[in-house]
């Protein structure tokens, strides 16, 4: 893997939301050619896999978008509508598995439209810049505005295995003038960090609906030693909960056997230092049993009434799988 720039990495990267992640509702809208592999395929989740020996009607089965060879003076581009709009802060242009068929640069452009809008009035947000094949390409985005679509332009043709848009929710003020979920991705819910995120991480417990498997979900190892395992997420606006809900979808023999919830009111931006505080929070939900691969939920009166709090600490006892985490609440 190679880091292009150093301002934005795969570490930093992890900090933020995919605002282009398929599962969030991003979409192709337009493209100028995916003749050898469509330009969805950009938007998987999943790392790009190669497929040696698997054809198609148009040759080597690639994992990515790929348009055919250019012979006129032109370039290929492919229009995104983010899944959530917002803040952009970096980007990764993933060429992994294109050797000798990538792009030999790329460009993104942004805009910001109403719904139901056509994209219009582009912005260019990266340069062009040169791409490897077979790599990570990581950029800092440093144009700060707020985003609804994106634009890639690749030079003057060739193949995208991944593209990644990392940034910050930025939802409207009026989805909370009621009770909402303050973790949700929608409403700027994130995930800080865990001590355990071998199966998977915790920001797929602020995805939108149920967990369609046990890799969409927070999961860790089996844990060998005493203690348990835990994360940080911080809710998208400052409110006091009145509802919780603990999803266990699709864990059955790997569901925690027990969690408890701790919170706090704070400011710090430090993240290192919250991990360290958060062992001392106030607890808002008391310890409580887990049943395999089901919804769990608690209500106000076995809520611990602790006034407005920004972030929690998930407490899985000692390990195991969850699928959603929702804190029901209104902003104050």
């Known amino acids: 893997m190679s880091t292009s720039s150093q301002l934005f990495d795969e570490t ?42 698997k054809f198609d009607d148009h040759g080597q089965y690639m994992e990515g978008w790929e348009s055919r060879r250019k012979r006129v003076a032109s370039y290929d581009w492919c229009i995104v509508q983010l899944g959530l709009a917002g803040k952009i802060v970096g980007v990764d242009i993933d060429t992994s598995h294109f050797t000798g068929n990538y792009p030999v640069a790329a460009s993104i452009d942004a805009c910001c439209v109403n719904k139901g809008e056509k994209p219009d009035n582009w912005q260019e947000i990266l340069h062009a810049v040169t791409l490897g094949p077979n790599a990570h390409h990581f950029h800092a985005i440093t144009v700060e505005d707020h985003w609804t679509h994106i634009r890639l332009n690749i030079y003057p043709d060739g193949g995208i295995a991944r593209l990644r848009v990392y940034g910050i929710v930025q939802p409207s003020e009026d989805r909370f003038k009621e009770e909402v979920d303050l973790l949700a991705l929608e409403n700027g819910g994130r995930a800080i960090a ?24 927070w999961q860790t190892r089996r844990r060998r030693l005493p203690g348990n395992d835990w994360c940080l997420l ?53 310890e409580q049993k887990l049943t395999m691969d089901a919804i769990h939920t608690y209500d106000k009166e076995q809520i611990n009434d602790l006034g407005p709090i920004t972030h929690v600490r998930i407490n899985i006892i000692p390990d195991g799988g969850l699928s959603r985490v929702r804190l029901f609440g209104r902003v104050e």
């Open 234 to 286: 911080a809710l998208g606006k400052r409110g006091r909960i009145s509802r919780i809900v603990l999803d266990t979808a699709h864990f059955k023999g790997n569901f925690p056997d027990t969690c408890i919830i701790q919170a706090a009111d704070v400011t710090i931006n430090n993240n290192k230092s919250l991990v360290t505080q958060s062992m001392f929070w106030q607890t808002l939900l008391s």
């Open 194 to 217: 865990a001590n355990d995120e071998h199966y998977g991480n915790p920001w797929t417990l602020l995805h939108p609906g149920r967990g369609i498997n046990m890799d969409d979900g």
């Open 12 to 53: 930093i990267a992890s900090s933020y939301v995919n605002l282009i992640d398929e599962r969030l509702g991003a979409q192709i809208l337009s493209v100028s050619d995916e003749f050898f592999a469509p330009a969805v395929r950009m938007l998987d989740p999943k790392p790009a896999v190669f497929h040696p020996g």
